[in-house]
T-cell receptor, first 117, second 117 residues
Framework: AQKITQTQPGMFVQEKEAVTLDCTYD???????LFWYKQPSSGEMIFLIY??????QNATEGRYSLNFQKARKSANLVISASQLGDSAMYFC??????????????FGQGTILTVHP | EAGVVQSPRYKIIEKKQPVAFWCNPI?????LYWYLQNLGQGPELLIR????????DSQLPKDRFSAERLKGVDSTLKIQPAELGDSAVYLC???????????????FGPGTRLTVL
């Protein structure tokens, strides 16, 4: 079974609008972390935002916020006021705490976001 | 502060040839990761080092892949012999629980894009 699922291969948004990128995950580990990374065409993975499984509040970082619904095992990324520079591939990733999995990031398949002017 | 450095950025070789990739992590980061990223996919962990010790190499195809981090700083990933299916981007990342935020984010290098002909 996929541990991280991103069901949207591609998304389009108008500049200055908000967009939500979906991510669901699967784990039996009570302690885990969820990450979102941006990968522009240059190839480098850029860390955006983190949510811990025990965090009571949804994480926010500037224009990025994470809609964390633990019972549904979803961690959707919301980008507000989209900019042309937001066009990139976006990956959701999970880090579990148990055993040799500690430290290992498991990534989803990614969502390509295109921002239209 | 310098980021994760990888070289070369691009490599084209013929099948059955050997190839090596080099990574220099962020100064002070004791954990180093090598990921494989196929086109249109999320990265997959190949090996994780804690200082000079490989603590998770379960996904490394040991018949043709090898890695080393002799002094616990920079690392080399080698493929010998390369196969057509090895064409991908090889990403290096580093992290440290002693610096940065408590969630121990991984910082990625720009990757090496390998093409095997």
């Amino acid at each position: 079974a996929q541990k991280i699922t991103q069901t949207q291969p591609g998304m389009f948004v108008q500049e200055k609008e908000a967009v939500t990128l979906d991510c669901t995950y699967d784990t039996s580990d009570p302690s885990y972390g969820l990450f979102w990374y941006k990968q522009p065409s240059s190839g480098e993975m850029i860390f955006l935002i983190y949510q811990g499984s025990y965090d009571q509040q949804n994480a926010t970082e500037g224009r990025y916020s994470l809609n964390f619904q633990k019972a549904r095992k979803s961690a959707n990324l919301v980008i507000s006021a989209s900019q042309l520079g937001d066009s990139a591939m976006y990956f959701c990733a999970m880090r579990e705490s148990g055993g040799t999995s500690y430290g290992k990031l498991t990534f989803g398949q990614g969502t390509i976001l295109t921002v239209h002017p | 502060e310098a980021g994760v450095v990888q070289s070369p950025r691009y490599k084209i070789i013929e099948k059955k040839q050997p190839v090596a990739f080099w990574c220099n992590p962020i100064s002070g980061h004791n954990t180093l990761y090598w990921y494989l990223q196929n086109l249109g996919q999320g990265p997959e962990l190949l090996i994780r080092y804690e200082n000079e010790e490989a603590v998770d190499d379960s996904q490394l195809p040991k018949d043709r892949f090898s890695a080393e981090r002799l002094k616990g700083v920079d690392s080399t990933l080698k493929i010998q012999p390369a196969e057509l299916g090895d064409s991908a981007v090889y990403l290096c990342a580093s992290s440290s629980p002693l610096t940065g935020a408590t969630y121990n984010e991984q910082f990625f290098g720009p990757g090496t894009r390998l093409t095997v002909l």
